[in-house]
């Protein structure tokens, strides 16, 4: 699987961004997808998730502020971010996982200026 991110940049505070990862190669029918990020000396951690089946999972410093979603007919996942905090700023990565595959996108940057 192959997976392009696009709609990252530079934003103010209080902003919002889109982000979109389409997805194209073998697609197994049961996934899960998800958006992580990344600060330079820091670990990649979770952002957000979701299951083929819809269910999200989020982490709690973007509780109430993002929104994954995907559409499973254009192989696209989205990450709605709103109310964005300087602290959001990261390289932000788009994951597939299936039993058959664990794929990152090349990440794309966000930038939130106080």
């Known amino acids: 699987v192959k997976l392009v991110e696009s709609g990252g940049g530079l934003v103010q505070a209080g902003g919002s961004l889109r982000l979109s990862c389409a997805a194209s190669g073998s697609i197994f029918d049961i996934n899960h997808v998800g958006w992580y990020r990344q600060v330079p000396g820091e670990e990649r951690e979770l952002v957000a998730r979701i299951t083929s089946g819809g269910g999200t999972d989020y982490a709690d410093s973007v509780k109430g502020r993002f929104t994954i979603s995907r559409d499973n007919a254009k192989n696209t996942m989205y990450l709605q971010m709103n109310s964005l905090k300087p602290e959001d700023t990261a390289v932000y990565y788009c994951?597939?996982?299936?039993?058959?595959?664990?794929?990152w996108g090349q990440g794309t940057q966000v930038t939130v200026s106080p």
């Open positions: 994951n597939y996982y299936s039993v058959y595959d664990d794929a």
